[in-house]
């Protein structure tokens, strides 16, 4: 699974980026798998799968690394 860090998390709003080596993807709230969204932090690094979204690449089944 890829990895990455997380760039931005925009809690109001329920969605973050994780700079990848493909360059920054989006994930939504609901794509976090293990954990709670709330408890992830800008800087946190995240492994996730590369999915399509309405606006291109994305991630998904997104999980904290331990």
């Known amino acids: 699974m890829p990895q990455g860090k ?6 109001d709003k ?3 980026f994780i700079a990848a080596d493909q360059g920054d993807l989006f994930f939504h709230h609901s794509e976090v798998k ?3 969204f709330d408890a992830l932090q800008e800087g ?3 492994e ?5 979204g309405k606006k291109g690449p994305c991630a998904t089944s997104v999980k904290p690394v331990k």
């Open 34 to 36: 293990v954990g709670s």
């Open 14 to 16: 329920g969605f973050g």
């Open 48 to 52: 996730f799968t590369v999915g399509t």
């Open 6 to 11: 997380i760039k931005k998390i925009v809690s």
């Open 44 to 46: 946190d690094l995240v």
